[in-house]
């Protein structure tokens, strides 16, 4: 299957931590990625991670993959409200010449004062 | 440097119309995408293309239909338009099927 799956709402006060979750059900992925979309625009990469780590920071983002249990998490630290947007996870799935992105249904962060 | 770059970013179709989208990357890409946005459905993939001359169904192709005639173009094309189809679609483009893929600003297109 191909099913990615995040929460559709997430609030929270600025300079809290945010948590995003995503799962998603197809072992073969390679890479797993992370885009914000603000309001009116199109889709932009934040951050992305390979299959075989289990970590990456960046900044006041991270992600970590659970590959086991096929769940991948964006954290970011000190959110401030320009940070509001729909947050994507992202699978790249199959191979070479038949690897396409497979996305999440996005998670709304609104970050209030 | 444009991106990708779509064209119209609004239109209204009634029903039964048909329209093209035009998605142009200057980047050199191999792969582009056409997605479509709904409320609580994130991005379902319509079409794509691995190549120049080359197309692919996605998971939602039924009604749509794409050409790849230009490595830097891929149009997405509505035969026969229905309500079914109002919906904010995006192109967008990535080196390999494994890259960052860039996204253009979107089109939202309403079929009344």
């Known amino acids: 299957g191909e099913d990615v799956e995040q929460s559709l709402f997430l609030s929270v006060r600025e300079g809290d931590s945010s948590v995003i979750n995503c799962t998603y059900t197809d072992s073969s992925s390679t890479y797993l990625y992370w885009y914000k979309q603000e309001p009116g625009a199109g889709l932009q990469l934040l951050t992305y991670i390979f299959s075989n780590m289990d970590m990456k920071q960046d900044q006041r983002l991270t992600v970590l993959l659970n590959k086991k249990d096929k769940h991948l998490s964006l954290r970011i630290a000190d959110t401030q409200t320009g940070d509001s947007a729909i947050y994507f996870c992202?699978?790249?799935?199959?191979?070479?010449?038949?690897?396409?992105?497979?996305f999440g249904t996005g998670t709304r962060l609104q970050v209030t004062l | 440097n444009a991106g990708v770059t779509q064209t119209p970013k609004f239109r209204v179709l009634k029903t039964g119309q048909s329209m093209t989208l035009l998605c142009a990357q200057d980047m050199n890409h191999e792969y582009m995408y056409w997605y479509r946005q709904d409320p609580g459905m994130g991005l379902r993939l319509i079409h794509y293309s691995v190549g120049e001359g080359t197309t692919a169904k996605g998971e939602v192709p039924d009604g749509y239909n794409v050409s790849r005639l230009k490595k830097q173009n891929f149009l997405l094309g509505l035969e026969s338009a229905a309500p079914s189809q109002t919906s904010v679609y995006f192109c967008a483009s990535s080196y390999s099927g494994e890259s960052e893929a860039f996204f253009g600003q979107g089109t939202r297109l309403t079929v009344v």
């Open positions: 992202a699978e790249s799935i199959g191979g070479g010449t038949a690897s396409k992105l497979t």
